[in-house]
């Protein structure tokens, strides 16, 4: 099994930054891709990034771009997403995800372990 705990959320004006972390453990070795979803109030779970185990592929939802930048600490076990130029838009429970095999994928039924996930309000 795969724990996943975020944190970095919070309450940020528009334009604002936030970094959100992501630790994993147990079973570590299931962590071959690991990715962020989030979900607005009100709205469906949506894919926000995604990255391999090496960091050598990534892929970001076309509404993040320029914007957000996902990436893995050396261990592996940990995962980021800066995200910068925050819109009222991005307010969301982010959460982060992680599948043991397989491509960067937008879907989150790929995806077997997931974090509680943490709050991020962007106000106008």
């Known amino acids: 099994q795969v724990h996943l705990v975020e944190s970095g959320g919070g309450l940020v004006p528009a334009g604002g930054s936030l970094t959100l972390s992501c630790a994993a453990s147990?079973?570590?070795?299931?962590?071959?891709?690991m990715g962020w979803f989030r979900q607005p109030p009100g709205k469906e779970r949506e894919f926000v990034a995604a990255?391999?185990?090496?960091?050598?592929?990534?892929n970001l939802a076309d509404s993040v771009k320029g914007r957000f930048t996902i990436s893995r600490g050396n261990a592996k076990n940990m995962l980021y997403l800066k995200m910068n130029s925050l819109k009222p838009e991005d307010t969301a429970v982010y959460s982060c995800?992680?599948?043991?095999?397989?491509?960067?994928?937008?879907?989150?039924?790929?995806?077997?372990?997931w974090g509680q996930g943490t709050q991020v309000t962007v106000s106008s």
């Open positions: 995800a992680a599948r043991n095999y397989g491509a960067t994928s937008s879907n989150p039924t790929d995806y077997a372990y």
């Open positions: 990255i391999n185990w090496s960091g050598g592929s990534t």
């Open positions: 147990g079973r570590t070795s299931s962590t071959y891709v």
